[in-house]
Structures are given as C-alpha cells and as structure tokens.
C-alpha cells in the first residue's frame, strides 16, 4: 500500500522556540494533505488541509501565524510550529491523498505515523 | 458533516468475530462510509470503505443496512493486533476530501 513518512517521530522542544515536521508521500503524488493533532485519549482533530502550490485553509480556532504549512511539492508538506508553548504538546498527524493509476483519485487516505510533540 | 455514533468500547476474546457497529442517521446520498483503525501511538490506518453494498477485503468486511442509516465493520477473527481504537467515518464521494474523526470504538482483545 502507499507510504506516507513524518518525520520526526519525537521531539522535545524548549517553550518559544519554532518546530518543523515533514510529512512526505513516498509512492504516489499527494495533491492534498492534511494535518491532525491529537491530545492523549481524544480524538484525532483536524487542524488543516493543504494543496499543492497554494495556500492551506485552516479549520475554525487554528492560528494560521501559528501553525504555518508549506505544500511546496507533490510529495512533502510541512507544518510548523512557530514560538511553541507547552499547550501546544500533542501528537500530530498528516495524511495525504492523491491520484492513482489513470489519475484516479484514490478514496483512501494514508496516515503518516505521526510526531510526538513535548514543549518544556 | 453527517455524524456518526459508536460504542466507546468493547471486547472481544481473541480468534473470536468481532462486530463493530455504526449508525449514521443523517447520511446522504454521496457519503461513503469509511472505516479507520488506530493503534496506539500510530496513525489511523485505512481499514474499508464502502457505499451501498457490502464489501470485502483482506483486513476485515462491511456489511451496510439497506437504507444505510448503520453499518457494521466486521474482524473475522479478532487477533491481539486488532486491539485499536476504531473511527466509522462518513466521507462525502462528491470531491472533499478531508476526514473528520468522532470518538471511535477502542477494541479490546482478549486472549
């Protein structure tokens, strides 16, 4: 099945510095990504959905000077996370979907393994 | 976005069917029901998905009701690596793409 890699897998962060995670499509072009965070024992949330060559847009309640996505090729999107809190600790996740043989939209979304997030 | 409800949890022994069910009263006529699982400390993971008819694959089946107000995912037989947190969820077939995840059904196996 299709790939999708994060990285990093865990990071530990101080509180006010910026933190960047990849999120690359390893067999297939991904048009589109998403991101999640999740807290412990909840749900996952979407925070936003990125396309290839514009700008992300942002779910309602997510800063978009906070968390900034960059879709600059059809294999990677990163989501940063600029002047970090310890609020900000959660487990964030992308996830892509893209086409297919025949450029067909694939219905399935893959799931990087997501990053574990630690601000202290 | 049409909603989904689940069981926050159940059990099942191990090597044993397991079937977890799923209403979705409000679904319309584009949405295809989706199944992901997660397991702990992963991403969720494409389990299946489906429209009107039932669906088979090689990690489990789906099995929709006629007026496709529920949906049942079904483990033939529940391993300990199917003890996840399971999302029933309904995606609109007519270009979204984006997933919105509810409470899920955590799946506990027991051996």
């Known amino acids: 099945g299709a790939v999708v890699s994060q990285h990093p897998s865990r990071v530990i962060c101080k509180s006010g510095t910026s933190v960047k995670i990849e999120c690359r499509s390893l067999d297939f072009q991904a048009t589109t990504m998403f991101w999640y965070r999740q807290f412990p024992k909840q749900s996952l949330m979407l925070m936003a959905t990125s396309n290839e060559g514009s700008k992300a847009t942002y779910e309602q309640g997510v800063e978009k000077d906070k968390f900034l996505i960059n879709h600059a090729s059809l294999t990677l999107s990163t989501l940063t996370v600029t002047s970090a809190h310890p609020e900000d600790s959660s487990f964030y996740i992308c996830?892509?979907?893209?086409f297919g043989k025949g450029g067909r939209d694939r219905a399935e979304a893959f799931f990087g393994q997501g990053t574990r997030l630690t601000v202290v | 976005d049409a909603k989904t409800t689940q069981p926050n949890s159940m059990e099942s022994n191990e090597e044993e069917p397991v079937h977890l069910p799923c209403n979705h009263s409000?679904?319309?006529?584009?949405?295809?029901i989706h199944w992901y699982r997660q397991l702990p400390s992963q991403g969720p993971e494409y389990v299946i998905h489906?429209?009107?008819s039932n669906v088979n694959n090689r990690m489990a089946s789906l099995a929709i009701a006629e007026d496709r107000k529920s949906s049942t995912l079904i483990l033939h037989r529940a391993t300990l690596r199917d003890a996840a947190v399971y999302y029933c969820?309904?995606?609109?077939?007519?270009?979204?793409?984006?997933?919105?995840f509810g409470t899920g059904t955590r799946l506990t196996v027991i051996p």
């Open positions: 969820i309904l995606r609109k077939g007519t270009g979204a793409n984006n997933l919105f």
């Open positions: 409000t679904i319309s006529g584009t949405d295809y």
């Open positions: 996830s892509a979907r893209g």
């Open positions: 489906g429209l009107t």
